[in-house]
């Protein structure tokens, strides 16, 4: 589905993000880590979603920032978000983590 929505309507910006758990995929990059002839059905997968996002002409933001804060139980967890992808790399010229 995400990569049907990243391919649809080159006319429109797109923003996507979110987390992919993709933990086979070298954001820094862009590549997977292994064997790209891996018969594993999740680096297959993972292949699969990088070759798309590369066909849609999608570029990728990253980040170390902490993108979320939640409690459990009495520890606040920090999270990143795993990517932010973007169809004009100049938006993210833009962006900005609120705290």
Do not use: M, Y
């Amino acid at each position: 589905k995400f990569l049907q929505i990243a391919s649809c309507d080159n006319q429109t910006e797109k923003i996507l993000l979110g987390d992919f758990n993709c933990p086979d995929i070298s954001w820094l990059s862009g590549n997977i880590i292994g064997p790209t002839n891996s018969i594993d059905r999740n680096i297959k997968i993972q292949q699969k979603f990088v070759e798309g996002i590369h066909n849609a002409g999608l570029s990728w933001l990253i980040t170390n920032e902490k993108t979320r804060c939640r409690k459990v139980g009495n520890t606040i967890q920090e999270s990143t978000i795993d990517q932010i992808f973007l169809s004009e790399e100049s938006i993210s010229n833009d962006f900005k983590i609120l705290q």
